[in-house]
Structure formats: C-alpha cells, structure tokens
C-alpha cells in the first residue's frame, strides 16, 4: 500500500511540471502561435530559478526568476515571429537550442551546489488518512496550483469575453482584426504568459522538484509538454489528464526498478518517449478530428491590412 501511494505521489508531481508548461503552450496554440521553444525556456528559467534560491533562500523568488527568465525568452521569440513574421518553427527551434547552451553555460558554477532542506507540506487531518493521504495530501501548494490553473483557463477561454477573443485570434484573425482587436498585441500577450508559465515549471523542477541543477534537467520535458497540447486537443482539463498520465508513465520506469524487476534501464528511460509516439500516431489516425479541435490559424503569420 505504501509503494502505490509513493507512486500515485511521484505521479501528480511528476505530473505538475508538464501540467503548468502544457497550460502555457496552450495559451499560445490558442492564440495562434506555435512555440517550440518551451524545452529552452524551461532550461534557462530552471537556472534561473535555482540561482536565485540560492542567493536569496527564497523559492518564491526562484519562481518569479523562472516566470521572468521564461517570460524574456517568450518576448524575443514574439517580437520575431509577429513583427518580424520569422518562420514559427525554425524561431522555436532556435529558442529551444539557445536555451539549453546558454543554461548550460550560465549554470556552470552551480553544478555543486544545492538548496537546503525543502519545507514539508501536508493538509492537516486528510494527510494522516491512510493510503488517501500520502497519495493526494502531502504535495507542494503548486501541485494543487496546477489543478486550479486548469480551472481557471477552462473559465477563461470558454465563459469569458477575454477567452473568446484569444479564441477569435486563434480561429479567424483576419476577422479579429476587422472587428477593431489588435491581434498581433494579443497574441504577443499569449505567447508572453506562456513563457512566464514554461518558465514556472522549469522553476518548479531545480528548486521543488530535484532541487539541484543538472546540465540539460529537463530532460524533454519541453517536448513533451508540446505533444500534450495535441493529445489534448487543445483542451485545458485535457491537459492534466495527460500530464498525469506521462507523469505516471516516466514515474513507473522508477517503481520498477525499485520492485527489483529485472528490466534494463535504458528500456525504461524510454517508456516516456514512447508513450507519447504511440499517443500520437493513434490521434493522428483522426486527422478530421485534429483538424475540428486545432485553432484554423495555428502555426500562421498574420499581415495587418493584407
């Protein structure tokens, strides 16, 4: 009982991090921007965060670095890709190796160092009830944060004027655009909260989650936060969903090899990757039903007056 409850655990944790970057990619997708930097923001937002807590002894400082340092990325790649009108995809690609040489140059004299001992956090009386408890009651305030962003995107985008319009830029800017919105100033909006989000959840990994910094920690978990947006087709509760279930599946490589099962590990380090080819490939089998969820103007420059 104690070992699935430690594993239900490890998953909503695990969970989080591509909950909070998977939130912020959708923001962006929904306004109409691709963004495939979200592996370098997490990277430079994740050296971010663990200096400043180092410095300061501060997580929430560290939170606010990785929201900036994601947000200051996010704002570069904008000012490209709708200014400029630069290629969404070769910018993003370019976000995402400048970020994982630059964290890796910046974080060289941290590579030793590491946070004190992290707070512990529990919800009085529901973390003492067995299993339940240790499973969904013990975690960090930004796991139950997650849940709540999820909530209030879903508000957002479907039961509030604000939300219909970043939809309205996502679907038809030209139309927007005709009707009096400034769609480049919204969407550049969109793709700097994103930023500040992936930059939240690269936070969230050096300073809660391994509360070290590691040259490339990450890990793909930027690339997997993109394949989340698909899988969900662009939906917010959709979004937990499958964190939870990558979450799971990265976790369980851990749970194995701790039951003792004799499988190499190297097999094991890719059941994530795996796990999201196959989700993949079996929604792309639909591709009528990608084409219904996916905003029309994903991915496509927008010329004011064109």
């Known amino acids: 009982m104690d070992s699935i409850a430690l594993l239900i655990a490890a998953t909503l944790n695990a969970g989080t991090v591509l909950a909070i970057a998977g939130l912020g990619l959708l923001i962006n997708e929904r306004a109409g921007v691709l963004n495939l930097g979200a592996e370098g923001m997490m990277l430079v937002a994740a050296i971010a965060g ?53 964290s890796a140059f910046a974080g060289i004299q941290y590579t030793q160092q590491k946070l004190g001992d992290r707070a512990k956090f529990e919800i009085p ?25 999820v909530v209030a995107l879903s508000w957002f985008l479907y039961r509030s ?14 139309s927007a ?40 920690m990450i ?9 989340l947006t698909t899988f969900a087709t662009w939906r917010p509760a959709r979004i937990l969903l499958g964190a939870y279930l990558f979450g799971g599946v990265t ?8 039951e003792g099962v004799q499988i190499p590990s190297q097999w094991l380090s890719m059941l994530p990757y795996l796990a999201t080819i196959v989700v993949l490939v079996l929604i792309s089998r639909n591709p009528t039903w990608i084409r219904v969820n996916m905003p029309a103007s994903l991915g496509k420059p927008f010329f004011p007056g064109s």
């Open 161 to 174: 004027r604000g939300g219909l319009v970043l939809r309205a830029v996502g679907e038809a800017p030209e």
């Open 50 to 102: 663990f200096a400043t807590a180092v410095h300061t002894g501060s997580d929430v400082a560290g939170f606010a670095a990785g929201m900036a340092a994601g947000a200051l990325m996010a704002a570069a790649f904008g000012v490209l890709v709708i200014w400029f009108n630069t290629n969404q995809y070769a910018t993003g690609l370019a976000l995402s190796l400048f970020g994982g040489g630059f």
């Open 251 to 258: 976790m369980l490589q851990f749970h194995l090899q701790g």
């Open 177 to 216: 655009h005709a009707l009096g919105y400034p769609v480049r100033r919204l969407r550049f909006l969109a793709v700097i909260v994103g930023g500040a989000l992936c930059g939240l959840a690269g936070a969230y990994v050096s300073v809660i989650y391994t509360p070290l910094w590691v040259e490339g």
């Open 219 to 227: 890990a793909g978990k930027g690339w997997i936060a993109l394949a």
């Open 125 to 149: 009386f529901l973390a003492d009830i067995p299993l339940v408890g240790p499973a969904f009651f013990k975690h960090h305030p930004m796991v139950y944060l997650a849940v709540l962003g």
